[in-house]
């Protein structure tokens, strides 16, 4: 089994009285200092020293806090951008002394209200939007809602029924037709519809960095980090949760943006464009992150999904297709595996994924998606695994984390080979590295009950 890992707390930290789901992130600021980043259900976002854990800023958003921040230096001044989300419907990107740069707002709030320009019976056109197909529409038909709120028509409420470029369609004819002097506002079926999870994926492309993010409006959008600006926007038809991954999956020398959605699709997009390259149905819905490798050694990338249904599934990354859809009846077991499969060496020839479920088992599938093993750990985990040579040792270690506040250390043959415990439950991914450069592998965790902690391995 090999020796076990031992632990020392560096540094605790009560942040408030509500939860921190969020996976944090590492930075260097512009004169040296190494900080960590995260987000609270309190409504900020934080930055603390990785040394000390004193707080270095923390800024106010509208509405509580979930999920994973970004922070590159966007525009070249050599000084750091942070970039939070919220369940206000914004994403932000701050600079270094936690001042707003600029905020990008969601779909209702940027695209959701406007004035006629002409309307039919069966909708109303603006000719100032360009509408992405398929926006304010779900694919269980619980649909966007058209008011008029001035003008002819006053009053009326219709269900969307389509969108098509600068025209809305509705279910039910108008009683009064609205005309140029009417407005008109948008309302979300779900109070969720507009909300932001996650701050999105930082890429660096030849002309400048570009952050991309997904929503619970449907969309995934291309920003460009330093401004704001928006590039392109592509709806699913449902809430997308996941950051997209931003990798030349199909090998072509260019770059696409995938992302995972409710409505049971994984969408391969071009990262240039916004068009869609290819989609696979899964057939279940998916709200975790999706990996990405070439598992089985055959020269072409696979993209590998977990969700709702269960199951694990390696799709081609030219064509979208479903290569290997393991008939292993212990992750058909599974139930909801939301934990992104993470991707390690688990020969020097031979890739394998690990994950765990809401079912309190954790998984290790080999190039083809079969079960290599298998363990029950009992508590459910919704963060993600990482994996990493914490002992220096040559081999990976696997850290799993879970909602009863453990994090456990396995070898790569699932046997346990240490634990870290901390009082609430852990939903996040935990960040790992040698964080404060003393050579010597830390890991940072945000806890449920409202603590951050920095621990050392020993």
């Known amino acids: 089994m090999g020796k076990r890992i031992e632990h020392e707390i560096l540094w605790q930290v009560k ?13 260097t600021f512009s004169k040296g200092q190494r900080v960590v980043i995260y987000q609270s259900w309190d409504w900020y976002i934080y930055v603390r ?35 939070g989300a919220s369940h206000d419907g914004h994403v932000y990107c701050l600079n270094e002394q936690g001042e707003r740069v600029w905020f990008h707002s969601n ?5 959701g209200s406007g004035q006629v320009t002409s309307a039919s019976e069966w909708g109303i056109t603006d000719s100032t939007k360009e509408w992405a197909a398929n926006s304010f529409l779900r694919m269980d038909g619980n649909h966007a809602e058209l008011a008029i709120v001035s003008g002819p028509g006053t009053g009326q409420r219709r269900k969307i029924s389509g969108t098509e470029t600068d025209t809305i369609w509705i279910e039910e004819a108008f009683d009064t037709l609205p005309d140029a002097t009417s407005t ?22 030849p002309d400048g960095w570009y952050l991309y993010t997904t929503s619970f409006d449907n969309q995934c959008v291309k920003l460009k980090a330093s401004t704001g600006e928006l590039i392109w926007k592509f709806s699913s038809l449902e809430q ?59 020269g072409v990338y696979e993209y590998i999904i977990n969700g709702r249904g269960g199951r694990t599934l390696y799709l081609d990354g030219v064509t979208g297709e479903t290569k290997y859809n393991s008939t292993d009846w212990s992750v058909w077991a599974t139930s909801e595996t939301n934990s992104r499969a993470t991707v390690f060496n688990y020969e020097p020839d031979k890739k394998a994924v690990v994950f765990g479920g809401l079912a309190g088992f954790l998984y290790c599938l080999d190039g083809q998606a079969n079960t290599i093993w298998r363990t029950h750990l009992a508590a459910n985990m919704r963060g993600s695994t990482t994996v990493l040579d914490i002992n220096s040792d ?22 346990e080979i240490g634990q870290v415990h901390v009082k609430g439950g852990i939903e996040g991914t935990p960040l790992v590295g040698d964080l404060d450069g003393d050579g010597k592998i830390e890991v940072f965790l945000t806890s449920l009950d409202g603590y951050v902690s920095m621990i050392r391995f020993i």
């Not at 942040?15 to 930075?27: H, K, L, Q």
């Not at 923390?58 to 070249?76: H, M």
């Not at 008109?184 to 492309?205: C, M, N, R, T, W």
């Not at 990798?247 to 916004?274: M, Q, W």
């Open 15 to 27: 942040t408030g009285d509500e939860p921190i789901y969020s996976t944090p992130i590492f930075a």
């Open 49 to 83: 020293e990785v040394e000390t854990g004193q707080l270095v800023w923390r800024y106010l958003f509208g509405a509580p806090n979930y999920g994973r921040p970004q922070a590159a230096d966007v525009d070249g001044d050599g000084n750091i951008e942070i970039f």
């Open 107 to 111: 779909l209702y709030y940027r695209e």
């Open 184 to 205: 008109y506002e948008i309302h979300p079926f779900h109070e969720s519809d507009v909300y932001y999870q996650h701050a999105g994926q930082l890429v660096k492309e």
């Open 240 to 298: 997308n949760e996941p950051f997209p991954a931003i990798v030349d999956i199909d090998g072509d020398g260019k770059l696409e943006c995938l992302f995972n959605s409710i409505d049971e699709h994984v969408y391969c997009l071009d990262a240039e464009t916004g068009s869609l390259k290819w989609h696979n149905h899964a057939g279940f819905g998916i709200d975790c992150f999706g990996s990405y490798a070439d598992m089985d050694n055959d």
């Open 394 to 415: 040559g081999e990976p270690e696997i850290l799993v984390p879970d909602m009863m506040g453990t994090l456990t250390i396995l070898n790569k043959y699932g046997q």
